[in-house]
């Protein structure tokens, strides 16, 4: 520690702090323009100047560390005639009206100016006539006139984003900031994330979407939980009355420390739709007619109870949402257990990380994430292996590209070379589905270069020598024939791995979706376990959940095999426990239908009734038409939404639903944070939150359930009932969310999982895996390999993205990404439409043409429905869990004639 003097205020600080660092913890307001605290200065604006006993000039704070004894002042005569000096020209040179800009009254120029004194510039300069107004993106506008040449903006795309789209262009009193090579933002590699926007101190850079919605005065700001990807990025809503004005992130604040991507900032208007659904529908002769929320409730539970009186609870069946909050999900797995006596209960998990929670409990014990997001900036080694994070994490993405940048080495493994695996150190390009046998490649090197870590494996793992074995009978060469990857290559990566600890593996869908997608989960794990990286700071395995709150799903019981807090179905103890809790008897001990068996049990009339709460199952299940089928097949459907959707049309009756910011609630990101969720404005016409409908047919089935909001049910029941979330309150969790397990109110939450090695089951199990292909594989009839998945501008169309303004824009339509070389040897154009076929259907489709994609593979998304990809893919699943293997079908390709 120093002592330092600042305004003739005696202080204490630490040795490598800068004045400025000093001044503002202390209280001591000195103005900036330019600074951005935890990223590197480019000192340029000079406005935060103060003087320094015996030094002969004044001296920029923000880039001047204090020494000891050092004696300041931030306001001398001096200082503020410098300030003045600088204000004048910046306001001097430029077009700054405040009268018209979009950021007056919480303009840093003006604020500034304002406390100076300055009413009117003391120069009059000539006009910036090369100064111009860029309105061609979509999200943002560019008013270089107003640019003061800060170059935040430059900071936080490179430095923050590391996108790298803006910089400084030009010499002299020509400089300016540019896109790219000096092109349009809107033909730009911008991906519209306005971490520029949220940086800028003045209005040079505005959104699009708030200009004319009101000033910043007429604002009030709320923080709240993203409602897309399952990062769980903190968002400061501002308001006017009950519109959202305008989106930023909450800077500092965990997981996002301020970042958003292009669908956190701007994809929040799909609320004030005029289409959303206002009133409940009951189907009459094929057509909805509207009705009272007690005529339709009285429908819904008659039909149940007629259902489970003459075929018992197992023919009623429920699939549960992973974008609402917790507390709606609860209160529907305990609907159907309580109130049905039915263990048919699952949601969206079963299609994307169902084989996370098996493979996770399985190795570790525990089915979470180990570790934590903004450790993947400080790590020394980041493997991420089917994972597209730049589109379906962006915001995790800037994490990994800060360690890359922060001196960790990357390995990307992946079919596509992606955007994530421009910055790599070694893109490896696996054939799709060949994870296990790549994954025992890597191990077989450990183990035979003798680079694993022998004192973790024998003290934490058990199966040690199964696993050896197993892994044995994988060398490169094998390897290399299986997936693609070259022998070298394969050797390279796990030398890599052992000389870069610790170390951090990611992984998404390109893992869990297959029919080995359990086994590839376990995979992951083997090799972290063999490398030691289990247990500590940096390191882990971190699967990135994809929708908001689908590990929240899973967490709240919404799986027909546990209770909420992972508490077995199947177990007595806990049956009795929530027996007596919920003032029921007879439970189902017995684990229930997965969504797979559920949809099928329609057509088969194993299962008559259905019941979807905020699930989109048409666009979003394989094979399309398969499921229609099913749905027709149903004696009767409850849809909880809040649009009309591909599925709601085949229901009896629909429910209308409150959406993200109209109730109060929690998500629990891919962390195991769990935040909160605030309503900001009422559901629109007679839309109810999802809790509340539940309730009310509860109480038709004889219960009466006590909590009545989100605060009420999480903190009278959820927590209370299971130890994992026992130490988590609304009250506590008003800031930053709390990770679990927190078992006590006094914990602070959990950061890292099975610390030291401490297994929550124990000890590691390392699995003994084998490789097994896809279930569908490429053939003279169709010879190409279909895998699927997200585009960044996109989440789900008919509810979210697709109705919010301009996300459309940047993605209009779904494309059939093809090869260059299949391309040139079928004779395709790039945009030219096409036709893609499975054995299971047919789409059109405009093809882009990438050299990104192998020879070989077609890639698509699921965002339009007309050309979906799941008119195409298989209903092949996961051994385990029954996930599909949306990643891997075969396919053809064809021009149109």
């Known amino acids: 520690m120093i002592t330092v003097t600042i305004n003739n205020k005696v202080l204490k600080a630490k040795e490598e702090q800068t004045i400025l660092q000093i001044a503002t913890d202390n209280g001591i307001y000195i103005p900036t323009l330019c600074h951005m605290d935890g990223i590197h200065d480019t000192y340029s604006c000079r406005i935060c100047v103060v003087e320094v006993e015996g030094a002969r000039t004044l001296i920029p704070s923000c880039a001047s560390k204090a020494t000891d004894g050092m004696v300041i002042n931030t306001a001398s005569d001096s200082v503020l005639s410098a300030r003045r000096n600088i204000i ?66 430059v900071t936080a795309c490179n430095d923050i984003a590391c996108n790298d789209v803006l910089s400084v262009g030009f010499r002299g009193s020509e400089t300016t900031i540019i896109c790219d090579n000096n092109i349009a933002m809107g033909e730009s590699t911008c991906v519209q994330c306005g971490q520029c926007v949220q940086a800028c101190p003045v209005g040079a850079l505005t959104n699009r979407k708030s200009i004319g919605k009101a000033r910043s005065w007429e604002t009030t700001h709320v923080r709240t939980t993203c409602a897309y990807c399952g990062v769980g990025c903190q968002l400061d809503l501002h308001m006017k009355g009950d519109e959202i004005v305008k989106v930023t992130g909450v800077e500092d604040a965990l997981p996002n420390k301020g970042r958003l991507c292009v669908k956190g900032r701007y994809g929040y208007d799909f609320i004030y739709s005029g289409e959303r659904l206002t009133s409940p529908l009951i189907k009459e002769n094929g057509i909805f007619r509207k009705a009272s929320w007690d005529e339709a409730l009285d429908l819904v539970a008659s039909k149940f109870k007629a259902i489970i009186e003459k075929d018992g609870p197992d023919a009623v069946g429920g699939i549960s949402c992973a974008r609402s909050i917790n507390e709606d999900s609860y209160q529907m797995q305990k609907l159907f257990r309580a109130a049905f006596k039915s263990a048919n209960i699952d949601h969206c998990a079963r299609v994307c990380h169902a084989p996370t929670v098996a493979g996770l409990i399985t190795s570790f014990g525990t089915g979470g994430m180990t570790n934590s997001i903004g450790e993947m900036a400080n790590t020394n080694m980041l493997f991420v292996i089917g994972s597209n994070m730049t589109e379906a994490h962006p915001v995790a993405a800037t994490f990994v590209k800060n360690g890359k940048r922060n001196g960790a080495k990357l390995i990307v493994v992946d079919p596509r070379r992606h955007r994530l695996a421009d910055y790599a150190d070694e893109f490896a390009q696996i054939k799709v589905g060949s994870d296990v046998a790549f994954l ?28 050896k074995e197993k892994v044995l009978e994988y060398p490169p060469k094998r390897v290399s024939e299986i997936s693609g990857v070259s022998e070298e290559q394969i050797i390279k990566i796990a030398r890599m791995l052992a000389e870069n600890k610790p170390g951090m593996a990611m992984y998404t869908l390109g893992i869990t979706e297959h029919t080995c997608g359990t086994n590839n989960v376990m995979s992951v794990a083997n090799l972290q376990m063999v490398l030691g990286n289990i247990g500590k700071e940096n390191a882990g395995v971190n699967p990135l959940r994809g929708q908001n709150n689908v590990q ?22 806990a ?32 299962v008559k009734g259905l019941y979807i709460f905020g699930e989109n199952i048409v666009g979003t299940e394989p094979d399309i038409s398969h499921v229609i ?51 900001v404005k009422d559901a629109p016409g007679l839309a109810m939150p999802n809790w509340w409908i539940f309730k009310q047919i509860a109480k038709r089935f004889g219960q009466n359930w006590e909590a009545n909001s989100g605060q009420e049910i999480w903190d009278n029941e959820i927590a209370p009932l299971a130890p994992f979330f026992e130490g988590i309150t609304f009250k506590k969790i008003q800031g930053d969310g709390i990770q679990w397990p927190c078992n006590c109110i006094e914990s602070p939450g959990t950061q890292i999982l099975h610390l030291d090695g401490n297994f929550t089951r124990g000890k590691g199990h390392l699995m003994a895996l084998d490789w097994t292909p896809p279930a569908e594989v490429p053939d003279t009839e169709y010879p190409f390999t279909l895998s699927t998945g997200r585009r960044l501008y996109h989440y789900h169309t008919r509810t979210q993205t697709g109705r919010a303004q301009g996300l459309n824009e940047l993605l209009p339509e779904e494309y059939a990404d093809i090869s260059v070389e299949d391309a040139e040897r079928l004779g395709i154009e790039h945009n030219e439409m096409i036709i893609v076929k499975s054995r299971r259907g047919t789409v059109t489709v405009k093809a882009q043409v990438s050299d990104r994609i192998p020879e070989g593979l077609v890639w698509m998304a699921m965002h339009y429905f007309e050309n979906n990809c799941n008119w195409l893919t298989g209903r092949a699943t996961d051994t385990i869990t029954k996930t599909p293997e949306y990643k891997a079908c075969a396919v053809a390709i064809e021009k149109i004639s």
């Open 440 to 467: 025992n490649g890597l191990m077989n090197v450990l183990i035979t270069e003798d680079l694993y870590d022998k004192e973790f494996v024998e003290n934490c793992c058990d199966n040690w020598d199964a696993l």
């Open 575 to 606: 049956k009795a426990k929530f027996e007596k809790a919920w003032g029921v008897e007879g439970l189902p001990d017995k684990n229930g239908l997965m969504i797979p068996d559920m949809i099928s049990g329609l057509k088969t009339k194993e």
């Open 88 to 153: 004048n020209l910046l306001l001097s040179n430029g077009e700054h009206n405040c009268l018209a800009c979009e950021k007056s009254g919480e303009c840093s120029l003006q604020k500034i100016a304002y406390e100076l004194g300055i009413e009117t510039p003391a120069f009059i300069m000539e006009s910036m006539d090369k100064a111009t107004v860029d309105d061609s993106s979509v999200m943002i506008v560019r008013d270089n006139r107003r640019c003061i040449l800060c170059r935040r903006c």
């Open 629 to 679: 089928e099913c749905l027709e097949a149903a004696e009767f459907i409850v849809c909880n939404d809040i649009f009309e959707t591909e599925t709601t049309q085949y229901a009896d009756v629909v429910l209308p639903a409150a959406a993200w910011s109209e109730d109060e609630g929690t998500f629990t990101n891919c962390e195991r944070r769990v935040s909160l969720v605030r309503k």
């Open 552 to 573: 929240g799903a899973c967490d709240m019981g919404a799986l027909p095999n546990v209770y909420h807090g992972y508490q077995q179905v199947t177990d007595p103890a």
